[in-house]
Nanobody, 117 residues
Framework: QVQLVESGGGLVQAGGSLRLSCAAS????????MGWYRQAPGKQRELVAR??????MYADFVKARFTISRDSAKNTMYLQMNSLKPEDTAIYYC????????????WGQGTQVTVSS
């Protein structure tokens, strides 16, 4: 059974930093990409950053502030968030897509990030 567990969320003042972690376990193979999404109250879930195939991509609203990385040996993905803004307040979710002929998608349970002004 595949499991993704996020950690590192919390309350921080505007301008501060947080580092999110996503620990993956279970039968995960041929990872295509992993990513971070977020969902603020009353809004749709949106892509924050994605990593896979040697590439990274970021949503425009986090470029130059957030950095996604992955430690394959530890099956862990990270999101370093700097210069946080109140509008970054949301639940942040970890996501993995893996497989070749059959693709599999899994989500973590989410971690709350709250940025105070």
């Amino acid at each position: 059974q595949v499991q993704l567990v996020e950690s590192g969320g919390g309350l921080v003042q505007a301008g501060g930093s947080l580092r999110l972690s996503c620990a993956a376990s279970g039968r995960i193979f041929n990872v295509n990409f992993m990513g971070w999404y977020r969902q603020a109250p009353g809004k749709q879930r949106e892509l924050v950053a994605r990593i896979g195939g040697g590439n990274t991509m970021y949503a425009d609203f986090v470029k130059a502030r957030f950095t996604i990385s992955r430690d394959s040996a530890k099956n862990t993905m990270y999101l370093q968030m700097n210069s946080l803004k109140p509008e970054d307040t949301a639940i942040y979710y970890c996501y993995v897509n893996f497989g070749v002929t059959a693709r599999h998608d899994y989500w973590g349970q989410g971690t709350q990030v709250t940025v105070s002004s």
